[in-house]
């Protein structure tokens, strides 16, 4: 068993900041890549950044400069930090990783149950 556990979100003022933490735990071997998506009401689910294992990053267009995705592979742990947030950015925020439980077994998807953001005066 493999658990995703958000937290960071909150309610801030547009123009503010916050950062959202993934801690990954259970039973991992490894993992690959690990990122962070959003769902607005009414809205679909949507990619906003993800990291590989080595650093590699990618950006949805509308967070690029805002917002910037890390992790501590020591730690199976993925962050986001959100500057400069907008209206637009409110939506539930989910933590996803690709983890292996053992050498011999192939990595599967896992996400966290989500963190609210509230972008709003």
């Known amino acids: 068993q493999v658990q995703l556990v958000e937290s960071g979100g909150g309610l801030v003022q547009p123009g503010g900041s916050l950062r959202l933490s993934c801690a990954a735990s259970?039973?991992?071997?490894?993992?690959?890549?690990m990122g962070w998506y959003r769902q607005a009401p009414g809205k679909e689910r949507e990619l906003v950044a993800v990291?590989?294992?080595?650093?590699?990053?990618n950006y949805a267009d509308s967070v690029k400069g805002r917002f910037t995705i890390s992790r501590d592979n020591a730690k199976n742990t993925v962050y986001l930090q959100m500057n400069s947030l907008k209206p637009e950015d409110t939506a539930v925020y989910y933590c996803?990783?690709?983890?292996?439980?053992?050498?011999?077994?192939?990595?599967?998807?896992?996400w966290g149950q989500g963190t609210q953001v509230t972008v709003s005066s």
């Open positions: 996803n990783a690709e983890i292996s439980s053992s050498r011999w077994s192939r990595f599967y998807d896992h």
């Open positions: 259970g039973s991992i071997y490894s993992s690959n890549a």
């Open positions: 990291i590989s294992r080595g650093g590699s990053t």
